[in-house]
């Protein structure tokens, strides 16, 4: 599995946009980039997932480039609920074992 | 529906005592993963269910840990003869083959 880096922390204002970015040097060809979302005392959530180029929901904006080294997770206009660590899971498709997450990035928005 | 359900929420045990960690699983999800969080740290990957295939095991750390899982419903995870640094947040997820992962949120476990 592609080994992921992350940021370890970073802090942002409510209503700015948050970008949070992921290297994955080794990413191969069948692999999908997945984030999730975990709260203080929860389990983590699945928040958004792509392939390459930009994939966006109700939620994020995911940005891959044309290498697929890295991605970028856009929050846009965050607010304190946003606060959380925010982890990037690079795996394959088919044939999936074992998942190491990294150690996630740990977003602390201030009012 | 009902997501993944973990029980107990919360246990305390004595060093030395053995524990069973519960996980109920989304209906239908076939793959099932056990991890470990010790405070403020990352997931720890421990094991993986999926469907009837043999479980890969490479993230459990000793032989005193070891799960179960019969078919594709509940699992659980047995720790024996626990340790302080047992002490963590064990979360269970599932999964529809290899779609993204919903969690449980978790069992902490204090070994005192």
């Known amino acids: 599995l592609a080994k992921t880096t992350q940021p370890i922390s970073m802090d942002s204002y409510e209503g700015q946009e948050v970008n949070i970015t992921c290297s994955h040097n080794?990413?191969?060809?069948?692999?999908?980039i997945t984030w999730y979302q975990q709260f203080p005392s929860q389990g983590p959530r699945f928040i958004i997932q792509?392939?390459?180029t930009k994939v966006t929901n109700e939620v994020a904006s995911l940005f891959i480039p044309a290498d697929r080294k890295s991605s970028t997770l856009s929050l846009p206009r965050v607010s304190l609920s946003d606060t959380a660590v925010y982890y990037c899971?690079?795996?394959?498709?088919?044939?999936?074992?074992?998942?190491?997450f990294g150690s996630g990035t740990r977003l602390q928005v201030q009012p | 529906g009902a997501g993944v359900s973990q029980s107990p929420s919360n246990k305390v045990t004595e060093k030395g005592k053995d524990v069973e960690l519960r996980c109920d699983p989304i209906?239908?999800?076939?793959?099932l993963y056990w991890y470990r969080q010790r405070l403020g740290q990352g997931l720890e990957f421990l094991i993986y269910?999926?469907?009837?295939?043999?479980?890969?095991k490479s993230g459990l750390p000793s032989d005193r840990f070891s799960a179960e899982r019969t078919g594709e419903s509940v699992s659980t995870l047995t720790i024996q003869r626990t340790q302080q640094e047992d002490s963590a947040v064990y979360l269970c997820?599932?999964?529809?083959?290899?779609?993204?992962?919903?969690f449980g949120n978790g069992t902490r476990l204090t070994v005192t």
């Open positions: 080794n990413i191969a060809t069948n692999d999908y």
């Open positions: 209906s239908g999800h076939t793959a």
């Open positions: 997820a599932s999964s529809f083959w290899d779609s993204p992962l919903h």
């Open positions: 792509g392939y390459k």
């Open positions: 899971l690079v795996a394959p498709d088919t044939g999936r074992r074992a998942l190491t």
């Open positions: 269910f999926q469907g009837n295939s043999a479980p890969d």
